[in-house]
């Protein structure tokens, strides 16, 4: 099983003034780059908004017929750890006590 690591991108849309690039792209920059360092094949999708703006940045594991596992309050820092979790989630457990406190499941949709 494959796992999808969705990154919101808009992530500190509010501030002002707004950081180019945003905090949810230095993210998806930085899991991107130590994802290529250890040689692990991770697909980066980025999203326009994951619902989480009050606690930015914000990202989610997704992976057919499992549940949606989505982080918030995440930086650059956090890329080894969403690496780490994602390779758990295609794996079939669940994500890392690294960012546990800081996870929401979201049940698998039908057909999804």
């Not at 326009?48 to 989505?70: E, I, K, S, V």
């Not at 079939?92 to 039908?110: H, V």
């Amino acid at each position: 099983m494959t796992a999808r690591l969705v990154v919101c991108v808009s992530c500190d849309r509010y501030a002002d003034p707004p950081a180019v690039p945003t905090r949810g792209e230095r993210l998806a920059r930085a899991v991107e780059a130590r994802a290529a360092e250890r040689g692990v094949a991770l697909s980066v999708l980025r999203v326009d908004c994951l619902d989480g703006c009050r606690t930015p940045c914000n990202a989610a594991l997704r992976a057919r017929g499992r549940p949606f596992h989505a982080f918030t309050a995440l930086g650059p820092a956090d890329a080894e750890a969403l690496i780490d979790a994602a390779l758990r989630y295609a794996a079939g457990e669940p994500p890392t006590a690294a960012l546990a406190g800081r996870t929401r499941m979201i049940p698998a949709r039908r057909g999804s």
